[in-house]
Nanobody
């Protein structure tokens, strides 16, 4: 059974940092594209960052230079290091995979989400 479980969200002041984690199970984690998405109240879900099987990363313009996506293959865990947080980063953050090596394929497996609030 494919499962993604996020953790690490919380309340932080503007300019602070948080690190989100996503524990993956039930599939070959290292060979698939993984990503972080977020959705704020009243807004559409947006892609924050992705990382492919080779470690190639892609970021939304709004987070470039502040967020870093990474993965630990040994722990089957995906991370999102978030620095210099802004109130507009407040959202529910979701971990996802498309069970494919190509990150252009739509994401289909989602975690339950973890709330990030920046005051």
């Amino acid at each position: 059974q494919v499962q993604l479980v996020e953790s690490g969200g919380g309340l932080v002041q503007t300019g602070g940092s948080l690190r989100l984690a996503c524990a993956a199970s039930g599939f070959t984690y290292s060979t698939h594209c993984m990503g972080w998405f977020r959705q704020a109240p009243g807004k559409e879900r947006e892609e924050v960052a992705t990382i492919d099987r080779h470690g190639v990363t892609n970021y939304a313009d709004s987070v470039k230079g502040r967020f870093t996506i990474s993965k630990d293959g040994g722990k089957n865990t995906l991370y999102l290091q978030m620095n210099s947080l802004k109130p507009e980063d407040t959202a529910m953050y979701y971990c996802a995979t498309n069970l494919h090596f190509d990150c252009s394929i739509a994401f289909s497996i989602w975690g339950q989400g973890t709330q990030v609030t920046v005051s």
